[in-house]
């Protein structure tokens, strides 16, 4: 080997950071075709100690834009805090009708509500009254290791511990009990854990009016 070359190999092995696959989850459909903007979470055994994960301090924002809801899915921690806006030049009025934590909000154009403290797990289905083709989901767990996956159906888990845990998927628009899939892993896993759901997963609604007019501008 010529010293150009054997130094460029020197280089490339000083410079080279090994890609790590620990505790990363991929989720995919029947036709092993990756799934975005599923909530993944882990939960652990009943006595594991989560007070010592802290809650976040920056409340979920959900924004209200071109007249739909931002993201269509927000996953959180219990106990967390969510805010909502309203980023048009009309008045919204959102709601939650079922689901942990109910309420109804008047938010005229350009404002932001008052920051909502989300204690119980479970689902939050938001609607809007002036625009009913809105819509969106919170999902809150009881467990400080959750996340939404990636284009590619992926998400990590580098802070879990060793330990043995339930991997839960949801999906508001998950064909199955409950709209999750429930499977049992032990971490740490040093290769990717390929989950795939086997229940069908219906499109989003669409987030626009099938008749677009402009009513209620002072509402």
Known sequence: MNYCKWLSVCLMLCFWVPISWANQ????????????NMVVYLKPSPSFDISAYPLPETPHIVRQKDKQFDPYIVVMRAGSKVAITNED???????SAAGVKRFSIRMPKQSKSDVLTIDKAGEIALGCNVHDWMSSY???????????????????????????????????????????????ITLPKN????????????PIPE?????????????
Request: charge should be negative; proline fraction near 5%; glycine fraction near 4%.
């Open 25 to 36: 989850v991929i989720v995919v459909d029947n036709n092993s075709k990756p799934l975005a």
């Open 89 to 95: 030049s009309i008045s919204h009025h959102v709601y």
């Open 138 to 184: 919170v999902k809150v767990v009881d467990t400080p290791f959750y996340g939404l996956t990636d284009e590619n159906g992926k998400v990590n888990f580098d802070d879990a511990p060793t330990g043995e845990y339930q991997l839960v998927v949801w999906h508001p628009q998950m064909q199955a009990e409950a709209q999750q899939q429930i499977s049992k």
């Open 191 to 202: 290769d990717p854990l390929s989950i795939k759901i086997i229940s069908d997963i219906l």
């Open 207 to 219: 987030q626009k009016a099938l008749d677009e007019f402009e009513f209620w501008e002072s509402y």
